[in-house]
Every structure is written in structure tokens, then in C-alpha cells.
């Protein structure tokens, strides 16, 4: 099975206005502790999962590129000690597109990093504003320029789907991504995120996002331009050139091993032969304390039964182009996906026009048609209700 090691950063410059994700924005941060606590962590995942091959690292956040580079190193370095790691592992970091961040590039190379995601969002000044980014469309241009120079592979972010966005206005700048771009894009569709101030202002209606079918529109626009381009989405927000996909993302996706290490990480690993889920502690100096005292910064571990590894490996699954094959849920339900799915809604489905009929598959597949990769929740829903 595969296996790959998540490592998240949780802090940030400033606190973006849509962004719910772990991310702190702190005064100070003792980066002496910080390299302990993750050493230490690391060093007790590997006496777990000893005889793993690490195929791929990912340095998630938060933003990581604010790392020091050395310590992004000596993570790799202990990961290199701990493990065997594949010759050609992936190690991917997140990057913010400001001039700081991108001094750093090389140095973030020469650390062992080939693969930077950068946070681009738009390429709009007055959206970078609105989304409370500190970078210009030009700074950006230039991070993913110096990046495509230095690492052996590249990716970046946009979100769409924002307050007064035409159809017109997201095709053009979808080019000059194209045009910008390596083989990788995230492409990610405006959330209002509870707890974040979006969501209060939203609330307020101090601004509005595309209503349904816009948003629709929004989506067919963004297929049709990728697509032309050879760069089909091979997941819900993921598009690559064949070849170039987040081979980390896969292991999340395709229901592999993954080492969760930092705050609020998760993870999923096998233990003779029953997998487990794993959280670590949220807050940064939780996590930081738990595992100064203790060995690691797990807050709980959850023994999986199979329904629920059956369940999260569908819906893991489902948001890939590629789909589900039923050889890979059949160790989760006695060889047998109809024991746990309906077959009158899985038929429903089919009839219905949003999933592929498997009968006529040579490997049995649970897939959604074009037509229900853009419904996949209400989809998923209605299958395993
Ligand atoms: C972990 S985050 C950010 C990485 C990096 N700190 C940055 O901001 O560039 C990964 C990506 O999630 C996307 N994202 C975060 N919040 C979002 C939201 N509310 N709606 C849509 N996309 C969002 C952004 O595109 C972001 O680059
Ligand atoms: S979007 Fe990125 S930079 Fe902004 S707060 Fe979230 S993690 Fe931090």
C-alpha cells in the first residue's frame, strides 16, 4: 500500500478573511521547539510503520514557506534515517507568493524539496484584495516563473467563484493561467467558511458570491478551457497534464497510509492489519506541550470498523475522475459492494445518467459520469443513504 507523511505548519503571516483552515498568525515562535516537537513526532510514527516506503511529503499549513529552509531539511533528513523513501519521492511544500518566500526557493531546494504549490488565488489585483491577499498578480506571476526555474515540478492554486466574477472575465484569466502554468492547477470554488469573517460579512450581505447557476457556469467554463488544454480534472478541484498529478493527494484519494504529524494533521495508518484514524491536538501550543511531555501530539486514534473504511474509501474515491474500483472496497465488505450499497439506487444512479454502468467494464468501477462529477455530494448521498 502506499505511504506518504503530512506535515503541517500552522502558521501565517496575516489570516486570510475566507480560510478556516489551522492557521495562526503568533508574534513568536520558537523554532528550536518546533524542530524538536516534529523530530520527536517523527521519530514515534516510525516505530509504527517501520518497514514503510515513503513515496511522497507534503508540507501543508498554515504556510510553510515560512519555514526555515534547515529545518524543512532536517525534517527530510529524519525522514531519510526513520525510513526507506522511494528514489523518486515526491516532496511537495505550500508557498505563499510573497518576495520573502520566493528568497527562499533555492534554499527550500537544496532541502530536498522538488515540488511547490503556490498560492495564487487570482491573478486580479482587486480579487487579491478582496480575498485580503498580500501579494500582487505580479508577484505572483514572478514566484511561479522563479519556481518553474528551480523546482523539478510546480503547482498552483486559484479560487473562483467570486463576488461579481463573469464567465468572460474567469475564461481569461483561466488562459493566462494556462499560459502561466507547468501541468498542475488546484482549482478550487469559493466557500463561505462558518467561523471565518467571510462568513460574517456574507451574513451581512456586504457582499455576494454566483448564485447556482452561475456557479454552474462557472464549473462548465472551467472543465471546457482545461480540457482543451490536455488538462482534464483528475480530481473535483485537481487538473494535470497525464503524468503530473499530486501523487501525495493520490494516497489521500486512492485510500492509502499517510502519517498525519503537526496540529490538527490527520492520518490513516495500518496496524496488523486494522487501520487506524489519527488526530493530532489542534492548537499549536497543545500540540507543541503534548509533545514535549509525552512521545507524540496525538489527541485520539479511532480503530476503523470496515463499514467505515468502506465508506471513507467510496467517498475518497468518488471525487477522482477515475473513480472507485470494486477490487480496492472489496476487503472492506466480504468481496461483495452491493452487501453494503443499494442496488436499486446504484441502478437509479446509472438510469439516471450520473453513474457509469460498471456491467459493461472489463475492471469493475464505481464512477460517476461527467454529469454527476459535478453533483458528486448529492450523488454520494443518495448512494449510501
Ligand atoms: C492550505 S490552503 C493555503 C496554502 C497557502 N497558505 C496559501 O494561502 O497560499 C490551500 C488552498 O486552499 C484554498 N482555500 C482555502 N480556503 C478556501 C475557501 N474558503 N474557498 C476556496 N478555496 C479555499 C486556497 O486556494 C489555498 O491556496
Ligand atoms: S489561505 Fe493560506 S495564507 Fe491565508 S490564512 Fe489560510 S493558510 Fe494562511
Same mark, same amino acid.
Given at each position: ?167 468572460? +472575465?474567469?475564461?481569461?484569466? @483561466? ?5 502561466? &502554468?507547468? $501541468? ?5 470554488? #469559493? *466557500? ?90 489542534? +492548537?499549536?501550543?497543545?500540540? @507543541? ?5 509525552? &512521545?507524540? $501530539? ?5 480503530? #476503523? *470498523? ?80
Amino acid at each position: 500500500m502506499s505511504f506518504g507523511i503530512y506535515i503541517h505548519w500552522p502558521f501565517c503571516k496575516s489570516k486570510c478573511p475566507y480560510c478556516d483552515f489551522n492557521s495562526h498568525v503568533s508574534q513568536s515562535i520558537d523554532i528550536e521547539l518546533w524542530r524538536a516537537a516534529y523530530l520527536k513526532s517523527l521519530a514515534y510514527g516510525a516505530g509504527k510503520t517501520p518497514d514503510r516506503i515513503v513515496e511522497s511529503v507534503f508540507f501543508g499549513g498554515g504556510t510553510p514557506s515560512l519555514m526555515p529552509p534547515d529545518l524543512v531539511a532536517d525534517i527530510l533528513a529524519a525522514i531519510q534515517r526513520h525510513w526507506r523513501v522511494a528514489n523518486d519521492w515526491e516532496v511537495t511544500l505550500e508557498a505563499n507568493p510573497t518576495s520573502f518566500e520566493i528568497e527562499k526557493f533555492e534554499a527550500f531546494r537544496a532541502a530536498g524539496v522538488n515540488r511547490v504549490s503556490i498560492g495564487v488565488q487570482s491573478l486580479y489585483e482587486g480579487d487579491l484584495k478582496f480575498l485580503g491577499r498580500e501579494h500582487s498578480p505580479d508577484q505572483a506571476r514572478f514566484a511561479i516563473s522563479e519556481a518553474q526555474k528551480i523546482f523539478d515540478r510546480t503547482s498552483f492554486d486559484l479560487i473562483y467563484a467570486r463576488p461579481n466574477q463573469t464567465v468572460e +472575465a474567469w475564461r481569461r484569466e @483561466l488562459d493566462e493561467a494556462l499560459s502561466l &502554468s507547468k $501541468g498542475h492547477l488546484s482549482l478550487y470554488q #469559493l *466557500t463561505i467558511e462558518k467561523g471565518t469573517p467571510f462568513f460574517t460579512r456574507h451574513a451581512r450581505k456586504e457582499f455576494t458570491i454566483p448564485e447556482q447557476d452561475l456557479a454552474a457556469d462557472l464549473y462548465d467554463v472551467t472543465q471546457e478551457v482545461l480540457e482543451q488544454a490536455g488538462m482534464p480534472a483528475y480530481e473535483v478541484s485537481n487538473h494535470a497534464v497525464l503524468g503530473q498529478e499530486s501523487r501525495h493527494n493520490l494516497i489521500y484519494w486512492q485510500y492509502g497510509e499517510y502519517l498525519g504529524i503537526g496540529p490538527g494533521a490527520h492520518g490513516r495508518v495500518v496496524l496488523d492489519g486494522q487501520r487506524y484514524s489519527t488526530r493530532d491536538h489542534r +492548537a499549536p501550543d497543545i500540540w @507543541l506541550e503534548r509533545v514535549s511531555q509525552t &512521545s507524540n $501530539g496525538l489527541q485520539g486514534q479511532e480503530a #476503523l *470498523t470496515l463499514e467505515a473504511q468502506f465508506q471513507e474509501c467510496l467517498m475518497m474515491g468518488m471525487r477522482l475522475r477515475d473513480g472507485v474500483p470494486v477490487s480496492r472496497l472489496e476487503p472492506f465488505c466480504g468481496g461483495n459492494v452491493f452487501s453494503l450499497l443499494d442496488r436499486k439506487s446504484y441502478d437509479h444512479l446509472v438510469t439516471g445518467g450520473v453513474m457509469e454502468d460498471m456491467s459493461f467494464m472489463q475492471e469493475k468501477t464505481l464512477r460517476t459520469t461527467p454529469q454527476g462529477f459535478k453533483c458528486l455530494n448529492a450523488v454520494l448521498g443518495y448512494l449510501l443513504s
